[in-house]
């Protein structure tokens, strides 16, 4: 046995040496360098030697005896989760099961996601398509029952001049999710997408408290940390939802302090909107939504607006084969959303817009999931338009 692994499975034990006064192998006289170790050992169980009272150091060890010692050390509370990793075939040989290092190798997984897009713009003057290589790496850690941790680093490649990305690794989502009590707790950097995201999608920093389950109760306060003109320097929201029959029904109030698309940075803006959803069908979905705000843009924008959404089916990563349809309208002005998840043209700074989109997704392969989605939308206080094709296909490992 190495003077390393005598020493380092002796401190693991956690008991002194000086305690074991015996010197239970003849050949390990009181000067020897892991007299003090081998004797803890020999007094923990851990280790016997051999039937002539001798403990055999300069001999060479099997595999099986090695993993005898850890599996005696690890009955015994030492930490050896290294040793037990290496050993695990010759462990469970002996019938030793390794539950809590099992539990540990699972306690952090990695995860990612890939998506190559192409982005076919009509009305562009110039070079009309965008090509984007995103990638998503998700690191998830079970702290202990109760409580785990997200993060996500995303890169964007372009491979032309139009995207506008830089190619850098973000650390885009740090957040941690537990239970305090009765209520559901999010804190840290995430992406706070409401219900279908029409009013709100905002990666932002801050902590989110639910409650409930039939009825859920919930709010949140964010500083958003890309604080451009189409997302709000301060947040907060609030919402409740709930299931009764077939429908999904819910309500929820937003207010962003700083500025918000056409609003300026000195104004507050505050919205409102409630929502539906229910099968009317077989794999046919339709879902409603109202929305208002406070505050007027100008005499050609009104401050409420809505979107229809019907769906049929829909792509599963999971299983090859499978498809879905949707088809969408829009007729959001500014006042009405504070940074909506559509990837149509909103022409924020013009009103806001209105308009149609369709998507068709199909699962070529397991985890490979091809989309197309078209949208047409309009600006609501001017005439400016804008036709777009999105051509999506998505690796998740």
């Known amino acids: 046995m190495k003077k390393s692994l005598v020493l380092a499975m002796a401190m693991a034990l956690?008991?002194?040496?000086?305690?074991?006064?015996?010197?239970?192998?003849?050949?390990?006289?009181?000067?020897?360098?892991?007299?003090?170790?081998?004797?803890?050992?020999?007094a923990a169980?851990?280790?016997?030697?051999?039937?002539?009272?001798?403990?055999?150091?300069?001999?060479?060890?099997?595999?099986?005896?090695?993993?005898?010692?850890?599996?005696?050390?690890?009955?015994?509370?030492?930490?050896?989760?290294?040793?037990?990793?290496?050993?695990?075939?010759e462990l469970d040989n002996l019938g030793v099961r390794v539950a809590n290092l099992e539990k540990k190798a699972d306690n952090v997984k990695i995860t990612g996601q890939i998506r190559?897009?192409?982005?076919?713009?009509?009305?562009?003057?110039?070079?009309?398509?965008?090509?984007?290589?995103?990638?998503?790496?998700?690191?998830?850690?079970?702290?202990?029952?109760?409580?785990?941790?997200?993060?996500?680093?995303?890169?964007?490649?372009?491979?032309?001049?139009?995207?506008g990305e830089d190619g850098n690794v973000d650390f885009k989502r740090a957040y941690v999710?537990?239970?305090?009590?009765?209520?559901?707790?999010?804190?840290?950097?995430?992406?706070?997408?409401?219900?279908?995201?029409?009013?709100?999608d905002l990666t932002g920093d801050g902590v989110k408290v639910s409650y409930g389950e039939k009825v859920q109760v919930w709010g949140a306060a964010l500083k958003a940390n890309e604080a451009t003109e189409d997302s709000a320097d301060r947040v907060y929201l609030a919402g409740v939802n709930t299931t009764f029959g077939v429908v999904d029904a819910y309500a929820m109030y937003?207010?962003?302090?700083?500025?918000?698309?056409?609003?300026?940075?000195?104004?507050?803006?505050?919205?409102?909107?409630?929502?539906?959803?229910?099968?009317?069908?077989?794999?046919?979905?339709?879902?409603?939504e109202y929305m208002w705000g406070d505050k007027a843009y100008d005499n050609r924008v009104s401050k409420d607006g809505w979107v229809a959404t019907l769906s049929y089916k829909g792509a599963e990563a999971a299983t090859p084969g499978s498809w879905g349809l949707s088809?969408?309208?829009?007729d959001q002005p500014v006042n009405a959303v504070l940074a909506p998840t559509t990837d149509a043209e909103t022409f924020l700074k013009e009103g806001g817009y209105k308009g149609w989109g369709v998507t068709a997704n199909y699962a070529f392969a397991k985890n490979i999931v091809g989309e197309v989605s078209y949208y047409d939308t309009e600006a609501k206080a001017t005439s400016s338009d804008k036709n777009l094709l999105f051509a999506d296909l998505f690796f998740t490992f």
């Open 14 to 42: 956690g008991v002194t040496a000086s305690a074991y006064a015996a010197n239970p192998f003849s050949d390990v006289p009181a000067g020897h360098w892991a007299y003090d170790s081998i004797n803890k050992l020999a």
């Open 45 to 89: 169980g851990v280790i016997e030697g051999y039937g002539d009272a001798t403990f055999g150091g300069d001999k060479l060890m099997t595999r099986y005896e090695m993993a005898q010692i850890v599996a005696k050390a690890m009955a015994k509370g030492a930490n050896v989760d290294k040793l037990a990793a290496e050993f695990a075939d």
């Open 116 to 163: 190559f897009r192409n982005v076919h713009d009509y009305d562009a003057k110039g070079d009309k398509d965008a090509t984007t290589l995103r990638t998503r790496l998700f690191v998830n850690g079970q702290i202990n029952d109760d409580w785990s941790y997200t993060g996500m680093l995303q890169n964007v490649q372009e491979f032309d001049n139009n995207s």
């Open 177 to 200: 999710n537990g239970k305090l009590g009765g209520l559901a707790v999010t804190a840290g950097r995430w992406d706070e997408v409401p219900y279908t995201g029409n009013v709100a």
């Open 254 to 288: 937003a207010k962003g302090n700083g500025k918000v698309g056409g609003i300026t940075s000195d104004d507050n803006k505050e919205v409102y909107n409630v929502g539906a959803s229910l099968d009317v069908a077989k794999d046919l979905n339709l879902a409603y």
């Open 327 to 330: 088809a969408t309208y829009y």
